[in-house]
């Protein structure tokens, strides 16, 4: 073929007929089998209706096309590359393109690797399309030409598929290319061509408007009996048109029509195309009109391809004519997009701006309006559209309120590019237009001309920011300029930034600074000592310290640590020459040699240190330190410098009793007691905290103490000691406290959780009427305060304790008073349970049954359902009990009320039944409720039942099988039953169930140690190399499954999580809670929350920062179930350090449910440990307004309590809002803001919303 190619050139100095061209391509597609070309037909068509033409046409990822080609020690890299490529398919098929990085990336695994699949070569070959609008096709072309030679040199097997996808990256790129010498490479490589690479060789010359070329290809075709496909009419629209004859361009379609294929929307985009590089409107015009005659549904992206053609030919007169054909269908706006940014690499601007203004304004989750056009600026940047015109279009889009920030958009490119004379200009036009240009914006240009060492640049920089306005600050001085700079002449460095207009002060400081980290210690002093100048000395501290260990200057040391110290303007105490003695000590490796010289010198100037960084400084001396250095040590101490700054220089400070944990508590306790110190405040705390815990005998311990110092009591702790006596059930004492509380204090506001319990407590004794009057009394003064879902199990206790006694009066009675009418909780299944049980304790069957329809019929639960089942099953009450099913399926639905009522069967032994109801025709396995039935079993021992479970299971559809095995040898095991265990594997044969390897293990080890042959090969668990495991032997999966972790791959961590709980091997907490990390990373909320119940129904809590972030997410997203399902598995200790409060009130506003919340605040306004007082308050500001008034208010009630926190929300949420008056009255309204105030969340707004006043 390469050969019969040559002779084209003779071909061409002959005529060519049109005529019996086409004639020759009639003959050549009669033998196109018709049902053939209808489908060609149909699969074209139907891929159009498909969101991104690009993704079905030209590239399609999915990953199980994801091969393991490649053997050898690459195969990590290659799964690493699948996953890439993964990522890659899921942002083709949102938008239709991809980014160079995202290409860069999978090029760069593929040389990490070695090695690639066929797949993986494939897919990067075809990324270096038209899948990269915002690249320029030499770039492209470059790209894909690097890829295919990196493929040829690491022997990836290159077959026709990818010489067919190279050839369609040449023809999307109109790569000018040999065709024959192309088909010599395939013929060399032992490659045999196919009928795709025909095609896109008669695209190749088609393209290049040679119909002599393509002709011999048809030729060929035709000769080897190829079949001829739409794809080859439209390219030979395309080479007629290109070759200038339109004529033979449109006869194609009728040549089609003779062949029985119609023309397609991708034929008359063919077209109209044509008629669009001609500048022919009328032609374009004329091809619309057919293909809406022939019900040819052109897309927004047909349109698209017409307008770049005629913005490409120089028509763009003609391109608001295309723009009104648009529908603006759905995926409208990412197609724009790629359009412009081809437009702007064919310096079609004006064109490409008139597009986007098509375009609809996105908004983002929250209705919030996104700056529009960024991306088209950062391209006009990137391909160096002529300045003016970016800054023209930057300023259109401002004036029309469409994006406010183009010019700093315009100036980030830049920099990010490295375009610094773009970068300069834009900096400029930003000062005219009155911004603030900042000194941080000049900091790319500065490093891009110190890559350069282009010194002369950085002046020219500096002396541009003074024009601007914009003074180079310390840190530009000491990060971006000094280090750049020869500074053998400081004096000429001075005296060159002071012509430019810096002042001495400004110059100095900063390189006084640097000569310290560059060791030049003798030039640091000498120009501390004559400019006079203070410097940032905490910056330099370690940086002295550093340089003193290298250059032994004593005397210019200490002379840097007295101007330190004398440069102490804005906090006087914080102790400088501690931290850097602290300092020297770390970097000369403890050696103290040189200490005592150091402090003598300190002595003679002058020096001090904190008494805090003293005694480190003899913990990290030691024995090695002579007694005169000691004494040294104790005479530099003033008691008036502390160790460090907040952010930790040197140990933390001791923390408020509020924030001690119990042990703390105790620890601190014991210390003033032995420093004879007031102990009265931390009793009062311990008190608390250990009534809080029940902690009934040391309660009493620390009660005397408090008695024997004539303590008073306040009604708090009269309330919390009547709590503990109340949980210890001793009424008695409990209710003497009751009555102290309210002598003290009658309006005291009793916790709701209090009273409750001590009501149940007079219920339990017999004392209804006194429970009542207590509950009604309270809750007339001050209502429900407490969160209603926290009071549940407090209600639940009061209702048990009367329907333990069969009092169903009694039991109705508390139901009306406490959930009825005061509201105390939501009505619950357990709620509702014992207005059941009384009857069930009386053996009422009727009426528990009245009562349990009751339930079904007006709060649609069914309490106590699995019991009645059992009870009426024991009974053989056959009529009752389909009541309770009935009743249970109109609440639950047929498939759960159907497992409910096998499991009952199961526990009353009556497997027969259980069968017949899981033979019922359609139900299938239902995982997750076998699952915990079956763990129930195992937990409590329940061999007969779990045997019974694997029995009836047997047929059931979807059933895993190996599953329920494996918890039979679970229960078997607990038993120590070696023989029953041992007939498990027996019976896995007989069933012909294929064991899975954490069964067999199982197995294995458990006849192991017991002294048994085991019958069978234990699968091989290779030890992993990085991680131990207790009591378990973990194989190489472990390894996998941590690097996946490291890679934050969420799917391939969970694959190997399966796998390696199917081998029987435990998973640790550590990486538990990594995975759980990894998969709210991918906002993965469920399967996240999922593995976190695993781990408590272990008992095991995960990891502190994976546990937060757990929270945080599922407050985000308004999960306030789940919120409160993890609280419950967490002390009170652990609900205050995860801030659970908090981070349920942000789920309650997420969820709409804000006024839920803001009631509960009023009510526990005097509670402090159940107010949120973090970000949920400010969440609830920012979202609702008009609530403010309200919240405020009890933002002020709180703080009479010592609670600052809502107050210090409402601060941060008026700051942030720029109410900056009213954020001053209350700073100054509150003087504990003087020592502690919370402002991040005001400096993260004002970064988001460039508010460089905030």
């Avoid at 047997?954 to 120590?976: E, S």
């Amino acid at each position: 073929m390469a050969a019969l190619l040559r002779s084209v050139e003779c071909v061409r100095s002959f005529g060519y007929s049109p005529v019996s061209f086409l004639s020759c391509l009639r003959s050549s597609v009669g033998r196109l089998p018709r049902r053939c070309a209808a489908r060609c037909l149909t699969t074209l068509v139907s891929s159009r209706l498909f969101a991104t033409e690009s993704v079905q046409k030209q590239v399609q990822f999915s990953q199980p096309r994801f091969t393991r080609d490649v053997d050898g020690g690459g195969g990590g890299a290659v799964k690493k590359l699948d996953r890439a490529l993964y990522r890659l398919d899921v942002e083709v098929r949102k938008t239709g393109r991809i980014s160079l990085r995202d290409v860069q990336e999978i090029f760069s695994e593929i040389k990490g690797a070695g090695a690639a699949s066929v797949t993986q070569s494939l897919l990067a070959i075809r990324c270096c399309g038209s899948l990269l609008p915002e690249e320029l096709p030499k770039n492209r072309i470059a790209l894909v030409t690097d890829i295919w030679n990196t493929l040829r040199s690491l022997d990836v097997r290159l077959d026709v598929s990818h010489y067919n996808a190279l050839l369609k990256v040449y023809l999307e790129n109109e790569h000018e290319f040999s065709p024959t010498d192309f088909l010599s490479e395939m013929e060399s490589n032992k490659v045999e061509p196919n009928r795709v690479t025909y095609q896109r060789l008669i695209g190749r010359f088609c393209q290049q408007g040679d119909i002599a070329g393509a002709s011999k290809i048809l030729d060929y075709m035709k000769a080897k009996d190829l079949p001829i496909n739409e794809n080859v009419f439209n390219f030979l629209i395309q080479g007629h048109s290109r070759s200038g004859d339109m004529v033979s361009a449109k006869c194609i379609l009728d040549v089609m029509r003779t062949a029985k294929l119609e023309p397609s929307a991708d034929t008359y985009t063919y077209l109209m195309r044509s008629y669009a590089e001609t500048g022919d409107i009328d032609g374009i015009r004329q091809a619309i009109r057919e293909a809406e005659s022939g019900e040819v549904f052109l897309l927004d992206r047909d349109y698209m391809e017409v307008l770049l053609a005629l913005a490409a030919s120089g028509r763009s007169e003609f391109v608001d004519e295309i723009l009104g054909k648009m529908r603006k269908q759905v995926g409208y706006n990412q197609d724009v997009i790629n359009a412009i940014l081809q437009l702007v690499n064919i310096g079609q601007v004006d064109v490409a701006y008139k597009l986007l203004l098509t375009m609809s304004k996105p908004v983002t989750l929250d209705g919030g309006a996104i700056f529009t056009g960024q991306f088209f600026i950062r391209q006009m940047v990137k391909v160096e559209t002529p300045v003016q015109k970016i800054i023209e279009i930057c300023d259109d889009l401002k004036s029309r309120s469409l994006n406010s920030i183009g010019l700093l958009r315009a100036t980030e490119c830049s920099l990010v590019f490295d375009k610094t004379d773009y970068a300069e200009i834009f900096l400029k036009a930003l000062h005219e237009q009155g911004a603030d240009v900042r000194p941080h914006y000049f900091w790319p240009i500065l490093v891009s001309h110190a890559k350069r060492l282009n010194e002369k640049g950085i002046y020219e920089t500096l002396a541009l920011m003074v024009s601007l306005n914009s003074m180079a600050t310390l840190e530009t001085f000491l990060d971006y300029v000094f280090p750049a700079i020869s500074l053998r002449d400081v004096d000429s460095v001075i005296q060159k930034l002071k012509d430019l207009g810096y002042t001495e002060k400004a110059i100095v400081a900063p390189l006084v600074m640097q000569l310290v980290i560059n060791k030049e210690l003798a030039t640091a002093s000498r120009l501390a000592r004559q400019c006079q100048v203070g410097f940032v000395p905490l910056s330099a501290v370690r940086s002295l310290a550093i340089a003193y260990v290298t250059t032994d200057d004593l005397d210019s040391t200490l002379d840097l640590l007295v101007r330190m110290s004398e440069s102490r303007e804005q906090n006087q105490r914080i102790d400088y020459v501690g931290l850097f003695l602290v300092n020297y000590l770390n970097a000369n490796g403890g050696q103290v040699g040189k200490v005592e010289i150091l402090l003598g010198g300190c002595k003679s100037n002058n020096l001090s240190i904190s008494r805090a960084n003293s005694e480190l400084l003899q913990s990290q001396i030691g024995r090695q330190g002579s007694p005169q250095l000691l004494a040294l040590l104790d005479e530099l101490i003033s008691p008036h410098l502390h160790a460090g700054d907040e952010e930790g220089e040197t140990g933390g400070t001791i923390q408020h009793p509020r924030n001690m944990s119990l042990n703390e508590l105790e620890a601190h306790y014991i210390e003033l007691k032995a420093k004879n110190m007031n102990t009265r405040g931390i009793l009062r705390r311990l008190l608390f905290q250990n009534c809080r815990f029940k902690n009934m005998e040391r309660t009493m311990e620390i009660k005397a103490e408090l008695d024997d110092c004539k303590f008073v009591y306040t009604p708090a702790m009269y309330a919390q000691l009547m709590d503990l006596f109340t949980a210890h059930d001793r009424l008695e004492d409990a209710l003497r406290f009751y009555e102290q509380t309210f002598e003290l204090d009658p309006d005291f506001p009793m916790d709701d959780h209090k009273v409750l319990n001590l009501s149940a407590l007079l219920v339990k004794s017999g004392k209804l009427d006194e429970a009542v009057k207590m509950i009604s009394e309270n809750n007339s003064k001050h209502g429900v305060r407490e969160d209603r879902e926290s009071l549940s199990a407090n209600v639940w206790r009061l209702l048990n304790a009367a329907a333990t006694q069969g009092d169903v009066e009694a039991v109705q009675r508390l139901f009306d008073l406490v959930v009825a009418n005061f509201g105390y909780c939501p009505v619950t299944n357990s709620i509702l349970g014992p207005t059941v049980k009384a009857y069930l304790v009386r053996d009422d069957v009727e009426g528990a049954l009245k009562q349990f329809e009751h339930c079904c019929k007006v709060y649609r639960c069914t309490p106590l359902k699995n019991e009645l089942f059992i009870k009426l099953i024991r009974l053989e009450d056959a009529e009752k009990l389909q009541r309770v099913v009935d009743l249970g399926t109109e609440v639950h639905g047929e498939m759960n009320t159907m497992y409910d009522l096998a499991f009952a069967f199961l526990d009353c032994n009556q497997v027969r039944q259980a069968r017949r109801i899981l033979e019922t025709p359609g139900i299938r396995a239902r995982h997750q409720r076998l699952d915990s039935m079956c763990e129930k079993y195992v937990a409590e021992n329940k061999v007969t039942s779990m045997e019974n479970v694997v029995s009836i299971t047997r047929d059931l559809f979807d059933i895993d099988r190996d599953q329920m095995y494996y918890y039979l040898l679970r229960v078997y095991a607990k038993g120590d039953d070696v023989d029953k265990a041992l007939g498990v594997w027996t019976a896995l044969q007989e069933e012909n169930v294929q064991p899975s390897d954490r069964t067999l293990l199982f197995l294995g080890d458990f006849l192991k140690r017991h002294n048994r042959p085991v019958p069978f090969e234990i699968p091989e668990v290779p030890v992993s190399k990085t991680s131990v495991e207790k009591d378990k032997q973990h194989n190489a999966k472990l390894q996998q499954f941590v690097e996946a972790l490291r890679n934050n791959d969420a799917t391939v961590a969970m694959n190997f999580k399966r796998e390696l709980e199917s081998r029987g091997l435990q998973i640790s907490i550590l990486n538990l809670s990594s995975l759980i990390e990894v998969l709210l990373k991918e906002n993965r909320i469920d399967e996240s929350l999922a593995i976190a119940n695993e781990l408590f129904e272990k008992k095991t809590v995960p990891h502190s920062r994976t546990l937060k972030h757990l929270l945080h997410s599922l407050a985000a997203v308004g999960d306030v179930d789940n919120i409160r399902s993890i609280g419950n598995h967490l002390s009170d200790t652990a609900k205050v350090n995860f801030r659970l409060k908090n981070h349920l009130s942000v789920a309650l506003v997420e969820s709409g449910r804000h006024m839920e919340l803001l009631e509960s605040m009023e009510k526990n306004s005097s509670d402090s440990l159940n107010i949120p007082s973090g970000v949920g308050i400010l969440r609830l500001l920012e979202r609702h307004p008009e609530l403010s008034d309200r919240v405020e208010r009890l933002a002020a009630k709180y703080a009479q309590y010592d609670v600052h926190g809502p107050l210090n929300m409402v601060w941060m949420h008026h700051f942030a809002k720029g109410n900056y008056e009213k954020a001053d009255e209350i700073f100054k309204s509150t003087p504990e803001f003087q020592d502690r105030l919370m402002y991040v969340h005001v400096l993260e707004i004002g970064r988001a919303s460039c508010r460089e006043r905030v």
